[in-house]
């Protein structure tokens, strides 16, 4: 049975930083990821990582985010900086395993002064 925690969000001010983290059980999650959700706008990719550790992200946060994972605690961060009003969503982790995508329940990053 998978299950997994997501865990770091919050209110941060502009340009500030925070880090997201998933941690995973019950399998070996071939791709693990960031994706987030506006109210009223489809959810959108943030960043992936595959098991061999190639990575893509969304043109809006290159430079400023960086995904890691570590297979062996089966873990998935994400760590985000410089961050912008518009970054504010609800983070969601999802992962892929044997032709399934699982998610997170979500945890929400709020970017204010």
């Known amino acids: 049975q998978v299950q997994f925690v997501e865990s770091g969000g919050g209110l941060v001010q502009p340009g500030g930083s925070l880090r997201l983290s998933c941690a995973a059980s019950?399998?070996?999650?071939?791709?693990m990821g960031w994706y987030r959700q506006v109210l009223g706008k489809p959810r959108e990719l943030v960043a992936r990582?595959?098991?061999?550790?190639?990575?893509n992200y969304a043109d809006s946060v290159k430079g400023r985010f960086a995904i890691s994972r570590d297979n062996v605690k089966n873990t998935v961060d994400l760590q985000m900086s410089s961050l912008k009003p518009e970054d504010t969503a609800v983070y969601y982790c999802?992962?892929?395993?044997?032709?399934?995508?699982?998610w997170g329940q979500g945890t929400q990053v709020t970017v204010s002064s």
């Open positions: 999802r992962l892929y395993t044997n032709y399934v995508y699982y």
């Open positions: 019950g399998s070996i999650f071939s791709t």
């Open positions: 990582i595959t098991s061999g550790g190639s990575t």
